[in-house]
């Protein structure tokens, strides 16, 4: 079984969706530190991010410097 710390999830997930990956590794893992990539996002999107356990969003692309 891995355990990682933390998650980096794409929103443009869909079967299954982001939001079902999120609920099922935070019920499994309530400690993990889960971070979305998202290209459009709503406030009322980003609400039931938070409230799924989403700790922080990142516009895609990513860029690193």
Do not use: F, N, W
């Amino acid at each position: 079984d891995l355990h990682p710390e933390a998650i980096v999830v794409a929103l443009e997930l869909t079967k299954p969706s982001a939001l079902e990956v999120i609920a099922k590794l935070t019920k499994e893992q309530p400690q993990l530190l889960v971070i979305a990539t998202y290209r459009e996002l709503s406030i009322l999107d980003m609400e039931k991010l938070e409230r799924a356990g989403v700790h922080d969003l990142l516009p895609q692309p990513v860029q690193v410097p």
